[in-house]
């Protein structure tokens, strides 16, 4: 049957196969988490841009459905 350093070296070569496939599957998580942080990063980025246009805006002016400042009053500017 197998012999003690046979089942050694098999068992070395298993162990090195297993910590490569891990590794990769770490390597494959990490570019997930970057995907992942940098859409959050840029969705503050646009929420920090947008709030600072709503503060900007004169009261009144703001219209919620378009996410915009209007340049004229409701009703016409009369």
Same mark, same amino acid.
């Given at each position: 049957?197998? &012999? #003690? ?7 070395? *070569?298993? *162990?090195?196969? *297993? ?6 599957? $770490? /390597? =494959?998580? %990490?570019?997930?988490? &970057?995907?992942?942080?940098? /859409? ?5 980025? #646009? *929420? %920090? %841009?947008? $709030?600072? $246009? @709503? %503060? ?7 219209? @919620?459905?378009?996410?915009?400042? $209007?340049? &004229?009053?409701? =009703?016409?500017?009369?």
């Amino acid at each position: 049957m197998f &012999t #003690t350093p046979r089942l050694i070296a098999a068992a070395a *070569a298993l *162990a090195i196969v *297993a910590a490569v496939v891990a590794w990769i599957y $770490r /390597q =494959g998580g %990490d570019d997930v988490r &970057t995907s992942i942080e940098r /859409q959050n990063n840029e969705a503050g980025r #646009t *929420a %920090d %841009d947008v $709030r600072s $246009r @709503f %503060d900007l805006c004169p009261p009144g002016m703001w219209d @919620f459905g378009a996410g915009k400042c $209007r340049r &004229t009053a409701p =009703g016409g500017g009369h």
